[in-house]
């Protein structure tokens, strides 16, 4: 029995989860004014693709980000090499941790993907730190640079100062190995600044339950605990449940066995009409 238990464990030890980010190039096309631009297809020179990705394995020391870019292609806009590395990446993750990927990173991606003819990586739950935000908070602004300055003491959403703006874009598809450098360092403080956020945001997130990907009889915490306290009772129209909250990040958990007797649920039938 003993040794079943450890064989499970070592199957489904907790989810794979990924924290990724992705710079892209810019279009580049002809204008006539600097506003109220309205760009046809053929005036494009041209289109945008894949620049760098970063990404990590969630709890991983940071020295183990990962990351790719274009610095050394021969073809600039060929990107396919870095996405065989983000795609494999990906199709190995069970959960993956964004911000804004919902809207933005994963649906540049699998356009990539789609025009450099890979085939839809395995799919994944998504965790978005723009959407919690969003959700949750009435913050200022929900963009990273905002939320990792407030609420991170270690990793906060980096400025390129050397390369400010759109300037280290520009360098970058220039050649220009020191804006290269820059990028990298840019991209992989995004990732981690993003990982430190998400410990903060994510015991106010229920969207996805970490306990599914574990064998172990215990429940087991997002955060990884497996230590709760009685935190009182949710009730619903016809149940009682209990609350527990976990000791190491404050996260609510709930039974889902109905504290109510038969009987209880029985004398329940009988509502209040709404005024
Ligand atoms: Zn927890």
Redesign the pocket.
């Given at each position: 029995m003993a040794k079943q238990k450890k064989k499970n464990q070592s199957k489904l030890a907790g989810p794979r989860v990924l924290l990724f980010d992705i710079e892209t190039a810019p279009i580049i096309a002809h204008v006539w004014s600097l506003w109220e631009n309205n760009v046809a297809l053929n005036q494009i020179v041209s289109d945008w693709h894949v620049l760098s990705w970063s990404a990590k394995w969630l709890g991983d020391p940071p020295d183990k980000v990962m990351y790719m870019d274009q610095r050394n292609a021969k073809n600039i806009e060929d990107d396919k090499k870095l996405l065989q590395g983000i795609w494999d990446l990906l199709n190995e993750a069970d959960v993956v941790i964004t911000q804004n990927g919902k809207s933005f990173d994963t649906k540049k991606l699998n356009a990539r993907f789609v025009l450099q003819g890979f085939q839809p990586p395995g799919s994944v739950k998504h965790i978005d730190t723009k959407i919690i935000a969003g959700k949750v908070f009435g913050f200022t602004s929900n963009k990273l640079e905002y939320m990792t300055d407030k609420l991170c003491t270690k990793y906060k959403k980096l400025k390129h100062k050397k390369f400010p703006g759109h300037e280290m874009w520009t360098q970058c598809l220039a050649g220009n190995l020191e804006a290269w450098k820059e990028m990298e360092i840019y991209n992989k403080y995004d990732v981690l600044s993003l990982e430190e956020l998400y410990h903060i945001l994510i015991?106010w997130d229920n969207s996805i339950n970490f306990n599914l990907y574990h064998d172990e009889e215990d429940h087991v915490?997002?955060?990884?605990?497996t230590e709760f306290h009685k935190n009182g009772f949710y009730y619903t129209s016809s149940g009682k449940f209990q609350k527990h909250k976990?000791?190491?990040?404050?996260?609510e958990h709930r039974d889902k066995q109905n504290l109510f007797s038969k009987e209880k649920r029985a004398s329940l039938k009988m509502g209040t009409p709404k005024s």
């Open positions: 015991p915490c997002k955060c990884g605990s976990c000791k190491q990040c404050g996260a």
